[in-house]
Structures are given as C-alpha cells and as structure tokens.
C-alpha cells in the first residue's frame, strides 16, 4: 500500500501518494477527474523497481479546492513542489491524458528536472472527439448516488469492460462518502475552470518541440483521444522521441499497465 504525504503551496493543500522502490524517482500526473491512487495498477507492475510519486491534482482527490488557480501553470508548480518536498532534483514523469499535457510543460519548462518523459495518451490538438465525450461525462454526471450499487452501476456503464479491480479503486477514490451518499471527489467547479482554461493549441506544440530528454509517446490504438496521425507528428516534434502503441482505449494505465511499467522502467534506466 502506498503511503499518504501532503504538501502546502499559495494556502492548497496537495495530497501524493509514494511508492518505495529501488529505481529512479518517477511523478505520475493523472488525468482530469481521477486521483493519485488511479495509478495502483501500474504501481502493482512496476513491483518496486522504481520509486513512484502520484499527486492528487488540485481540486481533486484529497488535495484542496481553491476557487482560483487552475491554469497549466499552477499544474506545473504544484508537481514541483511535490518533488521539492520529497527533495526530487530529477524525476521520470509519466503523464495520462491531462497529466500528460501537463507533463509536457513541466519538461519544457524545467529541463533539469525531468530525467525522461513518458505521455500516455494526451493529445496537444484541441478537443479531439473524445475529449469531448470526456467533457460531457465529467459535467454531466450525476452529483451524488443512494450507495455503492448505484454508482457501480453507473461507473460499469460509462466506462464498461473494465476487471471489478478497477471499478473497486474507482469506487474508493474516485468518490466520497457525504451523509450517507457517495459523491465525486473532484471539485465540478474546479474541472470546468480546467476545461476552460487549456493553452492554445500552438502553445503546446511549442512546448512539445523545446522539450530535450527522451520521451516516449504511449497510444491506445482504440483511443479515441490521441489519433495515429497526431501521436506520430509528436513524434517526429521531439528532439529524442519515439512511440509505443498498445492495445488499449484512452486509460492505457488500466488496461495495459504490465506494458507500460515495463517501457518506463526501461525508459528510465
């Protein structure tokens, strides 16, 4: 079981959640409605092999809720002082979906700080088809269910297919008990300033050109995020990039985590 760590920085508390291992340092940024315990199945494959470090975003999980602060930027500053607090000079960063654009600012930004860079699945063209079904998911969801049953049902049938592990760690992190009744621990208010605020397309292109160390592009070859075409001109953007395809739909850290421990571990070496 991972530990429990928190750190303060501008009055929001960000929980993280640590791994022991014997390998490099490696921050996990999830993606926009999930937590930092999103990443146990990958955790599971590493096997210690590498020390991991997997923040709840601001606004969800455990971490605070300001009503403000919400831009790439804050992102960004908030990973580092994770890293800063558990004294992290170099980490691998290994971003899903909004972890990953996330983590592309961070290698662009502070070079000296990231060791290797892996994106799982994030695409910096705007709103691709299914960002936009992730948009309507997140906005439109229920607020509240009666009990585990019902949200079960619901978690079951937006996001089918998935082994009961998964549906479990959802039910435990991703939702909170409130008198009786479950309800999302990510903040409505904090996902739509989050919506709202992504950076301009060009914007993140540049970022993905200035970034140096190697990086490994991850695409669900049933995503309906990060299409073939993009996720190979990311490639050929990058000053030492290369591109692993796998079976899987936009969570490639749920459906193939085994894979994906297996390439960061040897990315990180």
Request: proline content about 7%; aromatic content about 6%.
């Amino acid at each position: 079981m991972p530990e429990r760590g928190a750190v303060t920085r501008g009055g929001t508390e960000l929980v993280y959640w640590t791994w022991p291992g014997v390998g490099p340092p490696t921050l996990l940024l999830h993606g926009i409605g999930n937590y930092g315990r999103y990443w146990d199945l990958f955790a599971d494959a590493v096997s210690r092999r590498l020390t991991l470090v997997a923040p709840d975003a601001r606004g969800h999980g455990e971490s605070g809720r300001p009503k403000d602060g919400y831009a790439p930027a804050d992102f960004t500053a908030d990973a580092l002082a994770v890293l800063d607090a558990l004294r992290i000079e170099r980490a691998v960063v290994v971003g899903h979906s909004m972890g990953g654009l996330h983590s592309i600012n961070l290698a662009a930004r502070y070079p000296e700080r990231v060791r290797a860079l892996v994106i799982v699945d994030a695409s910096p063209d705007p709103l691709p088809a299914g960002a936009e079904r992730a948009q309507r998911l997140l906005t439109g969801r229920p607020a509240r269910f009666r009990d585990r049953v019902e949200a079960r049902a619901y978690l079951e049938r937006t996001s089918p297919g998935y082994p009961d592990a998964v549906y479990e760690n959802r039910l435990a992190f991703a939702l909170r008990d409130e008198n009786g009744e479950l309800v999302w621990r990510s903040d409505p208010a904090a996902l739509e300033r989050i919506m709202s605020g992504r950076m301009p397309t060009e914007d993140r292109w540049d970022a993905l050109a200035k970034i140096a160390s190697p990086t490994l592009v991850v695409r669900g070859t049933r995503s309906n995020v990060l299409s073939e075409d993009v996720a190979h001109e990311m490639v050929r953007s990058l000053a030492d990039g290369r591109l692993m395809e796998l079976d899987a739909g936009h969570n490639v850290p749920l459906d193939r985590p085994r894979e994906l421990a297996d390439a960061t571990v040897v990315l990180a070496k």
